[in-house]
């Protein structure tokens, strides 16, 4: 992300010594009044810059809405990388604050529809820390990050579109508590790891599709106060808590720690604490210290477990050696809420991540399908659908299409199929931890099969019903592979994140695109058997401990796929419903001593590209006499052709007229108890 500034005008004295602080106070305040619409805030403003001084970086002062007075500072983008607009508004000449206290006050405008984002840079030059990220999204929620998106500290309901509001930020660095109130209601306090505040970075930026950032600033009204006026002599800060995860299943493990400061004027050499959760609770006293004024250490607690419901963490500071107690007591709590996920039995979630190479914020899917997978283990079933271009190199236009029915734009998420959680990959913890706990219908299991002799392939999906159930029933098969490199340059990674100090898996310190020789995906989806919708299987009706089983197929697999990093993936759908439990297990390798593969080339379509009015066969081989079927669908599994052929035995070549519109169609051929699924394109 960029940074954006301020504008600041009419202030109180400015020095320009970063030091300043001992004993000053500072204020500034920019209404606009003084300006005219269409100027271009930093050539009119002796405080308020761009981004790096970048004079592309401008933004216009403008007379659409105004707060008070007539004038105001606008910032809008339709990129999805944001901007070009990049406005900065220093609070302190630029400086690095990292005691005392500050207050940020300002009003906002955001258009129903329309996105908006700000952010805290903590040192003076560009892009060197975030310790704080607010993103208003057209969606109706407002979410704060802390330290460059390292966790989530603000996610709730907004509402406040079409009207000017207020927003207010209280920044006590002594203590390091951020308040966050909108028309004087706090959404919450907090803190940050990374002490210190320098200016404010205005950045028309969108998170969600179709990426249009839209907002007003008015009335900025900044104030400095100097550092720790209380003169303490004993008094230690405990800021935020520091843990692996927010959300976690019940049974996981993680280290806890917590970073102290030293706010008064004696050197600390013990202190003592206090850590508890739930019906935990123990005291732990940190010894042999030498923690001066101003420094701050990182001390760790004890190994948390998580039990079976949401807990909140508490830390507190309670006394110094020889039991002389803190002077100041306010700062010596902190509380850090962790999500507990009890997850159902035989349970697994979905997630289907729509990426492209050409996507420069897609990498974050990447990192965080990758953090589920850590997390999260088996109980992750995650697959990245390639698209978005035609020249899309991993690209599947079949899913590619289907997926495209769910998502406004990428990279985005689709869990479980749910419409209703169609979601950033920022939000995918979460969501995974929602879905993880609903009861399946069904458990369900996949074997994969990989002839290494005739690169052929059969999966097996099953599922057992664990209640009464009306169809129809549907499963669906899905091949996966990992560690996929390309070979040429459309391999390479369009890479927003590069050069910016933000955390974001690596990508941050790898260029801009990153080179196809170095670039790996994982989770790529490489083939879909039959519809993307699933094959139909079973009665109407089925009773609990019934099973429904299919077996697909997929021949002539190309040698550049590496057998040894395919997975198959199986899901089950039932009636319309999203996709109700689904597994992934790596592929197993055999050879012709150990065939479970149909005979090759035993079921051929000839020609499988075909125009309006023409027609293409089904040449089907057969040593045994078998019962053969056909079913023709459209991509979404829609039967537009049945036939029983009853018992065939030998060579035949079935007929199939071309369907009357353009398209990806499938056929399903069933002979005796083997499937096939052929692909027909009709241009």
């Known amino acids: 992300m960029k940074a954006i500034r301020l504008l600041l005008m009419s202030f109180a004295t400015i020095l320009c010594s970063s030091n300043a602080l001992q004993g000053q106070f500072y204020t500034y305040f920019e209404d606009f009044e003084s300006y005219k ?75 129903k529809g329309k996105a908006a984002y700000y952010n805290f840079q903590g040192l003076p030059n560009d892009g060197e820390k975030f310790p704080l990220e607010a993103y208003y999204r057209e969606d109706s929620t407002v979410v704060v990050f802390n330290d460059q998106g390292r966790a989530v500290i603000v996610d709730t309901s907004f509402d406040l579109y079409d009207q000017w509001f207020e927003v207010f930020w209280s920044i006590d660095l002594d203590g390091n508590f951020w308040r966050l109130h909108h028309n004087g209601t706090e959404l919450g306090f907090f803190g940050t790891e990374f002490v210190g505040v320098a ?44 843990l692996e995860n927010d959300v976690v299943l019940t049974g996981m493990e993680q280290n806890l720690s917590v970073p102290i400061r030293n706010v008064g004027s004696f050197v600390l050499f ?54 002389k107690a803190d002077e100041d007591s306010s700062n010596n709590v902190r509380l850090h809420p962790i999500q507990v996920a009890q997850p159902a039995q035989d349970k697994a979630v979905f997630i289907e991540e729509a990426t492209g190479t050409w996507c420069g914020w897609c990498p974050r899917g990447a990192v ?21 271009r035609k020249w899309e190199p991993m690209r599947i236009p079949e899913y590619d299409a289907f997926i495209n029915d769910y998502i406004d734009g990428y990279p985005s998420m689709v869990v479980n199929r749910k419409s209703s959680l169609v979601i950033d990959p920022l939000q995918s913890i979460s ?27 059969v999966v097996n999906v099953e599922a057992v019903l664990k209640e009464n159930l ?112 689904a597994i992934r297990k790596p592929v197993r390798i055999v050879t012709s001593t150990a065939r479970r593969i149909p005979k090759k080339r035993s079921v051929q379509l000839l020609p499988n590209t075909i125009s309006a009015g023409q027609t293409a066969y089904l040449r089907i081989q057969s040593e045994s006499s078998n019962e053969v079927q056909l079913r023709l669908t459209d991509i979404h599994g829609k039967t537009l052709r049945y036939r029983n052929y009853g018992t065939l035995h030998g060579s035949w070549e079935l007929p199939i007229p071309a369907p009357p519109r353009s398209g990806v169609y499938l056929i399903e051929v069933r002979v005796g108890s083997e499937h096939y699924t052929k692909k027909l394109v009709v241009q």
């Not at 900065?88 to 500050?102: C, D, E, M, S, T």
């Not at 009335?219 to 800060?237: E, S, Y």
């Not at 069904?442 to 392939?457: H, L, P, Q, T």
């Open 37 to 111: 619409a269409g100027d271009k805030v930093s050539e009119v403003s002796n405080v308020i810059r761009t981004w790096n001084n970048d004079p592309k970086a401008d933004a216009y002062i403008s007379d659409e809405q105004a707060h008070s007075g007539s004038l105001s500072l606008k910032l809008e983008s339709t990129a999805q990388e944001g901007g070009p607009s990049d406005i900065i508004v220093p609070l302190l000449k630029g400086a690095r604050i990292y005691q005392g206290r500050v207050e940020v006050r300002f009003w906002m405008y955001i258009p």
């Open 199 to 242: 200016s404010m970075d205005l950045y028309p930026v969108d998170q969600i599709a179709p990426y249009h950032s839209l907002f007003y600033i008015d009335d900025i009204d900044v104030k400095v106060f100097p550092f720790n006026p209380k003169n303490l002599m004993l008094d230690a800060a405990a800021l935020p808590i520091i």
């Open 270 to 323: 013990e202190i003592k604490t206090r850590w508890s959760w739930n019906n935990f609770d123990t005291i732990i006293v940190y010894e042999d210290l030498f923690l001066k004024t101003k420094e701050t250490d990182t001390f760790p607690g004890p190994r948390y477990v998580a039990g079976t419901e949401d807990d909140i963490i508490r830390f507190e500071i309670l006394g110094f050696k020889g039991g």
């Open 368 to 388: 965080y399908m990758e953090r589920l997978r850590e997390l999260f283990g088996e109980r992750f079933v995650g697959v990245a659908v390639h698209g978005g």
């Open 431 to 457: 969501a995974f931890a929602l879905e993880v706990q609903e009861e399946p219908k069904a458990k369900i299991d996949v074997e994969g099969i990989f002839n290494a002799d005739d690169r052929s392939m």
């Open 470 to 581: 009306r169809g129809p029933f549907y499963l669906g098969a899905i091949l996966v592979e990992d560690s996929v490199r390309g070979n040429d340059e459309r391999y390479s990674q369009a890479n927003y994140y590069s050069g910016r100090n933000v955390q974001m898996g690596g990508y941050e310190k790898l260029p801009d695109p990153v080179p196809y020789q170095i670039m790996v995906y994982n989770d790529v989806a490489r083939s879909v058997f039959g519809s993307v919708d699933g094959v139909r299987v079973g009665a109407r009706r089925m009773q609990k401990g019934d099973t429904l089983r299919h077996t697909f197929t997929l021949e002539d697999i190309p040698e550049e796929w590496d057998e040894k990093q395919l997975s198959a993936v199986g899901y089950l759908r039932i009636k319309t419903s999203p996709v109700e439990n």
